[in-house]
């Protein structure tokens, strides 16, 4: 049997294991955006159009319109991709985003539709909700079970060079028909913060907590080497996973490559562009 072949025999147990047994696990969903996860995925204080995604408080201080793409290979299976989109629309009222997510391999397919507001509440603080309609595949067996949710978030920053965030999934505790049985999705919270020491040099961490699972501690560090060259490093756990990335930033786009690597299942590479108009 080829490393190819267990590797995917081992996450599709997993995938199923996760998903109608004590819960769906919401871990994996929050590795979006090629930068974000080069920094260990501590992203809860950091401003971007993924924000849609780990914190909507965060996209409140955005002013322009700004769409993002990412697209990573979960450890370099083949057929196996995950996709994801994220549009921030500023208005005088309120910033509103919308967000796509999508996983697939074979013989199942998951997919997260949201719709976000945020809104500063004063000059320090911003929050965000968001509601989404989670759809779970099997096109094999020609039938699919969906769910909607709520997540939201509150950011709070101190100056320019030190913020707070956090962010609840799922306070409702909403559930979802597998083909078997009735599971509930898990409420996971998570608090950090993002620290600017210097204009060319950001620290940033998280605490992740999930019902059933363990607390997951996450890190990174960014590096402006130039007006538009980062280079980015971060970890995270359980399980132990190593990130690693570079951007580069021109006018009025930035594109980033990202690399993490789980301790059992190896390599995932992400790639994503942004642009603000």
């Not at 849609?52 to 990412?70: E, G, L, P, R, T």
Request: charge should be positive; include cysteine.
């Amino acid at each position: 049997m080829t490393r190819a072949n267990v590797k995917f025999g081992l996450l599709t147990f997993v995938f199923f294991l996760n998903s109608f047994s004590n819960g769906y696990s919401v871990g994996d969903q929050t590795h979006i955006g090629a930068r974000e996860v080069s920094l260990g995925n501590a992203t809860v204080a950091l401003i971007s159009p993924f924000s849609v995604f780990h914190n909507q408080a965060a996209f409140a201080w955005m002013k322009d319109f700004s769409v993002a793409i990412d697209y990573r290979q979960p450890y370099l299976i083949e057929g196996f991709a995950e996709k994801s989109l994220a549009a921030i629309i500023p208005t005088p009222v309120s910033n509103f985003g919308f967000s796509i997510h999508q996983k697939s391999i074979a013989g199942y397919t998951e997919s997260r539709f949201g719709l976000a507001m945020a809104k500063p509440l004063g000059k320090r603080i911003s929050a965000g909700l968001q509601f989404n309609y989670f759809l779970v595949g099997f096109p094999e067996q020609g039938s699919s079970r969906s769910a909607f949710l709520v997540e939201f978030g509150v950011l709070f920053q101190t100056s320019k060079s030190l913020s707070f965030g956090f962010h609840l999934f799922n306070p409702s505790h909403a559930s979802i028909e597998s083909l078997y049985q009735k599971s509930y999705l898990p409420v996971s919270a998570t608090t950090g913060l993002a620290m600017k020491p210097s204009a060319n040099l950001m620290f940033v961490s998280a605490i992740t907590w999930c019902k059933n699972n363990p607390f997951s501690v996450n890190m990174g560090i960014e590096y402006l080497f130039s007006d538009c060259f980062f280079i980015r490093g971060g970890l995270s756990g359980k399980p132990i996973r190593h990130s690693a990335g570079l951007g580069y930033r021109f006018r009025f786009a930035t594109i980033d490559v990202a690399f993490m690597h789980h301790e059992t299942l190896g390599y995932t590479p992400s790639l994503s562009l942004t642009l603000n108009l």
